[in-house]
T-cell receptor
């Protein structure tokens, strides 16, 4: 089944403790992206990747890192999480970048930083 | 990308057609109309997109007016599982970051 998977689905952590949220897609998509969703603020893009070893900042990249060493994986790294990074995170992929390709989203990771 | 306007909420009876409107009066020639939906806190789900012709797939139909300033998403036979927030998005085909900007959307409630 074609899908985007994320792990973990739920995570409670403390300020400053490094964490990684994994994202994997099995559709051989070139493009992958991370979003965060907060009440009243909608969906905001954190980072995106047009292909392996190519990443770029979205709207809200501060406090996050990403890497794209393999086509299927696009982990999101929080080196020193803070409470303002408490949010619902979604990974997405599409066959290519540009604006005319639909995106497929993962199930989401709900992160709480205390 | 052009701004869109959608009603904040709508109700629909189960089994009836749900018609969700979207205004995008500032749309430009290279911008596509996309529809996504999000069932409570799940990942957004792609529904359909179009440029200027009407489109239909297994989920829905998209009707775009001739001047492209508005569109309507039609769910032909709504079920309870179609209860979700529906987002109309307008995006240029040269959107390099492929970023999706979700507005408020329409909260569709399908009732038995």
């Amino acid at each position: 089944e074609a899908q985007v998977t994320q792990n973990p689905r739920y995570l409670i952590t403390v300020t400053g403790k490094k964490l990684t949220v994994t994202c994997s897609q099995n559709m051989n998509h070139e493009y992958m992206s991370w979003y965060r969703q907060d009440p009243g603020l909608g969906l905001r893009q954190i980072y995106y990747s047009m292909n392996v070893e190519v990443t770029d900042k979205g709207d809200v990249p501060e406090g996050y890192k990403v890497s794209r060493k393999e086509k299927r994986n696009f982990p999101l790294i929080l080196e020193s999480p803070s409470p303002n990074q408490t949010s619902l995170y979604f990974c997405a992929s599409s066959s290519h970048g540009g604006g005319k390709h639909e995106q497929y989203f993962g199930p989401g990771t709900r992160l709480t930083v205390t | 990308d052009a701004k869109t306007t959608q009603p904040p909420s709508m109700d629909c009876a189960e089994g009836r057609a749900a018609n969700l409107p979207c205004n995008h009066s500032t749309i430009s020639g290279n911008e596509y109309v996309y529809w996504y939906r999000q069932i409570h806190s799940q990942g957004p789900q792609y529904i359909i997109h179009g440029l200027k012709n009407n489109e239909t797939n297994e989920m829905a139909s998209l009707i775009i007016t001739e001047d492209r300033k508005s569109s309507t998403l039609i769910l032909p036979h709504a079920t309870l599982r179609d209860t979700a927030v529906y987002y109309c998005i307008v995006r240029a085909n040269n959107n390099a970051g492929n970023m999706l900007t979700f507005g408020g959307g329409t909260r569709l409630m399908v009732k038995p």
